[in-house]
Structure formats: structure tokens, C-alpha cells
């Protein structure tokens, strides 16, 4: 075993396991080992919570990298032969998981912390179970919410439901905690060869229900992003050209500017 290897389940397999719902780690990869490999292990540096399952779905990079995968102390190791897309990379990872919760974490993301972000996810949960999902990322500021405050003194953003707009990000692909529960009730992703038609799928979904609604603890923003390069797909025509245009000197600005207008107008 290599040091790097030694490093990861260094980090993982020591850790005191005491009474406590299993949470499942499952994180998405394609194509980013090195990538990878800085997310699992900031993740476990931070993390404090011990009962924890490790799942890896990989969405059919080539097998030299995933051979450079499997060094990483993952439990389960779901490798497909084939790219078939976010959607059904994810529900494959979804499926494999045991725990009663699941930390959904793509590839390229670096976990700053601080500790304790788990057990905190779990206890809002319990405590009101129509809390399906806690973010991890600090929410758009124009998402409406009622502050709450947990037993355990957790200042706690729980977002309206539905939400004001249709159009409002209040399920996200960003790292985040949900329960099985939500899990069940909200179904398989899109299949689609098109992350962004999958996510807005997610999104219509979640916004159309009332069962289950979104949190965010305060101060708990938790992840950096370290790379949208090598994405799960080639993302179509029209966002390519968009996100070129993105580019340009000046302009990236003003497409923000417009974006937050259309927003509230669409409201």
C-alpha cells in the first residue's frame, strides 16, 4: 500500500464507532482520482460523526483511473464500465446505500468545516422529520425561510415550501445530508446524458411536493469548490455557447445582474 492509501484509511478506519444511525457517504466521481481523493480525505479530516458507510460511484472513467480509485478507503466501490450520466450515477450510489441518512458529495468539493456538521444534520432531522434535507452550502439569499431554533440550541434556516418561485434552487446538488425517508419519497433521479436537464428535473421535483422541506444550519457552509473541470457530461450547444459568453471581459457581470432580475420577476 502506498502512503497516500495509508493516509485515507488512516483518517478512516481508526475511528471509535458509537451508538448512532449509520449515515452513507456517497460521493460521485468521474475522471478526477487526484480530484477525488482531496475531497474524501479533507471530508474525513473534518468529519467528528464515526458510524459512517463509504460509497464511491464512479460514472465509467477509463480503468486506469478507476484502478487509482479503488487505492482509496471506500467501503463499496460501484465502477461503471460505461458514462451514463449524473442521474444514474447517482442513483446507483443511492441505491447501494444502507445508512438511515446519506451525505450526498460529488468529486471536486473540499470540506472546510467545522466538525460536528453531521451529528448537528441528524439531530435537526430527528427532531422534525419533515426536515428531508439539510444543506451544506450557504443557500441564495433570496430563498424565503422561518428561523428555528433545535433542542439543542442550532440556529436552524427552514425554507418555505413550496417555495415563492418554481424557479428557486431550494433541493440542491451541492453537498448535502438527507434522510431515507425524503430519499424514498422523492424517487430516482432523471436518467437524462444531460447534468443540467437531471438537476432542474430534481429541482421541479422537490418544488412541487410539500412532505418534506430544506434546511440550512447557520454557520455551517462547509464545502469549497475546487473544480467544475471534466464534468459528469458534455453539457449541450446552447451552455457551452452560454458559458463562453460567460467569458468574455465584462459580461460575466451582467449576465449575474440579469439572472437575479429574471428571478424576481419570475416569482
Known amino acids: 500500500m502506498d502512503g497516500d492509501s495509508r493516509l485515507g484509511r488512516e483518517l478512516y478506519l481508526p475511528r471509535r464507532v458509537t451508538p448512532g444511525p449509520l449515515v452513507s457517504v456517497v460521493v460521485l466521481g468521474y475522471r478526477r482520482p487526484a480530484h477525488l481523493r482531496r475531497t474524501l480525505e479533507s471530508f474525513l479530516r473534518v468529519n467528528s460523526y464515526p458510524n459512517l458507510e463509504l460509497v464511491l460511484a464512479d460514472d465509467g472513467s477509463p480503468p486506469a483511473l478507476q484502478d487509482e480509485m479503488r487505492r482509496l478507503p471506500f467501503g463499496t466501490f460501484l465502477l461503471s464500465a460505461d458514462n451514463r450520466g449524473l442521474g444514474a450515477n447517482t442513483n446507483a450510489g443511492l441505491r447501494a446505500a444502507t445508512g438511515d441518512f446519506i451525505l450526498q458529495l460529488q468529486d471536486d468539493w473540499l470540506c472546510d468545516g467545522p466538525s460536528g456538521f453531521v451529528e448537528a444534520a441528524i439531530d435537526v432531522m430527528t427532531e422534525r422529520p419533515e426536515i428531508g434535507l439539510v444543506r451544506l452550502r450557504q443557500p441564495q439569499p433570496e430563498l424565503r425561510y422561518t428561523r428555528w431554533t433545535s433542542r439543542g440550541g442550532l440556529s436552524v434556516r427552514v425554507f418555505d415550501s413550496p417555495p415563492a418561485s418554481r424557479r428557486d434552487f431550494v433541493y440542491t446538488d451541492t453537498p448535502h445530508i438527507k434522510s431515507r425517508a ?3 419519497f422523492i424517487g430516482d433521479y432523471l ?4 447534468m443540467q436537464k437531471t438537476e432542474l428535473d430534481m429541482r421541479d421535483r422537490f418544488n412541487a411536493q410539500t412532505r ?3 434546511a440550512f444550519i447557520e454557520g455551517h457552509h ?3 469548490h475546487i473544480g467544475a473541470d471534466l464534468s459528469f457530461n458534455e453539457p449541450p450547444p446552447l451552455a457551452r455557447l452560454s458559458a463562453a459568453f460567460e467569458r468574455l ?4 457581470a451582467v449576465v449575474r445582474l440579469y439572472r437575479r432580475v429574471k428571478r424576481k420577476l419570475d416569482r
Open 222 to 224: 462547509l464545502f469549497e
Open 249 to 252: 471581459p465584462g459580461l460575466r
Open 182 to 184: 425524503f430519499v424514498q
Open 212 to 214: 418534506f422541506r430544506a
Open 191 to 194: 436518467e437524462s446524458r444531460y
